[in-house]
């Protein structure tokens, strides 16, 4: 039988729900769990709500591998991988039968039947509801979720298939929905889970109405610019429902040093936001320690049964991802692991020149964003500092015999390195030198200081999936694009002002500089690649500030059109109707 791998079977999985051990065994049909039986009470119901916020973990973190960075904007304008085969820096072998690909798509589907059954469910006359507004609260983090997939649907691959019921048998002829459908969908799922979320929860990780604010934010924006942006009132809304989240006394930019590490010296707010989870689960990025910046969070706990993916057992991977691979540098006499603050990075994701340079040329010299504590330029041999770390050995591995360096004239010289001494630019002369062993670290992606003695096992962050200053953003995108630049520019000013950055001008304003300040706030944050999707300026952008291999390449796939290819899988799957490629 053909193995079907797409949306088109949809058949859920029900979740691990307790029963005896002897009524198991006795395996009576009656005992089988089925959707009608496995959810009767809001307990039942948390459980299966509890898959679905797996599954959004699964998009921002899954396995160890360098495919699951294609979401952050791996390729585009402001990143790119130093992999040359890769098919999001060589656009030339991108191709619809990319298991990464498949795996993304799937991934939403999934996410939105499990989502719908627990919608049917939900008004089962049988289910035992506390009260009306338990039920309400189920029915609205179900809806969130799917409206969350319905998003990333769209965004990344355009018109989408929009189903509401569980689907219980296969279905090989589906038809692709216009994408403004989706995005309404998405309107009103998100409009739903705002009026009827909590504002606040106990729970780290948990949904509250603000984040569905948020991203009915941005729905109201694509679903407006989707139509032709004649629709003035949806950028109205766009800006009500972000304000609805501003506005709220809720949240507030973090501005003042907080958190567990508020007392090392010489850093800031911005770069409090992401210090890593403690061991004993403290985290800085949530709300419920103090973060009142912090929207919704995807908490990760490598201390807790299920705290991390099933595919990484002991260890978060930002830091492996985005940071360059200095510790492994044999040319300055490295022999291994090193134990101190250059972490355990493996180069999956370098920063394109844009983002290095000209990104922070255009946002001056006073943007502390960019300072040498929030983006680390200047590369020196690791000084041990027991305010940091707490290693048995901290001078493990460091370079101690002198090392011979050869330069890009061919001339070599032998140098001696010490802690503290800088590693000069002219040693760095290699494709090896720049692109995986040492180029600016974005230091928010990783940590300086790691708990215990393996950086490569201990370093665990959370991620945000939505934060203030990208609820200013959206709603200066909103203003923008409503024709009140003033305003806009007013909220990318209230960003800005927390990083000590000058003040942008109205006049200033369009959606390249928006996208620059994204970039600048959210790099490593943000799904960039759903962002530039959305506004289909993924092809324009990467043309003009990507990896010269990435632009060079874009138009050879259907990203000239700023979208990604439809799984062949899915494509070859629907065999009763023709579901088209982009």
Sequence with gaps: MKKILSLLILITSLLFVGCKKDAFLREQPGDFLTIDNAFLNAAQFRTGLNYLYSLLRENYISTDGDTRTIQFGSGADINFSQNEQNVWTNYSYLNSNASWLADLFNRQYIMI?????????????????????????????????????????????GDMPL??????????????????????QCVDDFKFAAENLPATRSEVGKLVSGAAYHFLSEMYIALADEQGGTDKTLYQKAIDAAGKVINSGTYSLMTSRFGYRSTVAGKDAFWDLFQMTKDDGT????????????????????FKTGGLPSGLSTRSDQERMFWPAFWGYTKFGYTGVAYDWMGRGVAWVRPTSYFIYDLWDKSGPEDTRNAEWNINRVLKVPNP???????????????????????????????????GDTIRKEWLVTR????????????????????????????????????????????????????????????????????????VSAANVDIDYILDERGRELYGEELRTLTLCRLKMYNSRTKRFGYPLCASTIDNCTLKNNLFPIPQSVIDANYLKVFPQN
């Design 113 to 157: 039947n499990n989502a719908n059954n627990i919608l049917k469910q939900s008004g089962n006359p049988e289910v035992k509801w506390a009260s009306d507004a338990e039920k309400l609260q189920i029915q609205a983090e179900a809806r969130f979720f799917r409206a969350w997939a319905y998003r990333f649907l769209a965004e990344m691959w």
């Design 432 to 503: 090896e030198d720049t692109m995986s062993r040492w180029y600016p670290r974005v230091i928010k992606m990783g940590s300086e200081w790691h708990y215990t003695t393996d950086p490569s096992n201990s370093f665990v962050q959370d991620y945000y999936v939505a934060r203030l200053a990208e609820t200013y953003l959206l709603r200066a995108e909103a203003y923008m694009k409503f024709g009140d630049l003033a305003n806009a520019a007013a909220d990318i000013n209230v960003v800005r002002a927390r990083s000590h950055a000058t003040p």
């Design 283 to 302: 985290t800085n990025f949530s709300y419920q320690g103090g973060n009142k910046e912090s929207i919704f969070i995807i908490h990760l706990d490598k």
């Design 163 to 184: 189903i509401t019921e569980p689907v219980t048998v296969p279905n090989l002829g589906y038809s692709r929905d216009p994408r403004t459908k989706i995005y309404q």
């Design 385 to 419: 500092d027991k305010t940091y770390q707490n290693l048995p050995d901290p001078t493990r591995n460091w370079p101690t015999a002198p090392q011979v360096i050869t330069l890009a004239n061919g001339s070599t010289i032998t140098v001696q390195l010490h802690p």
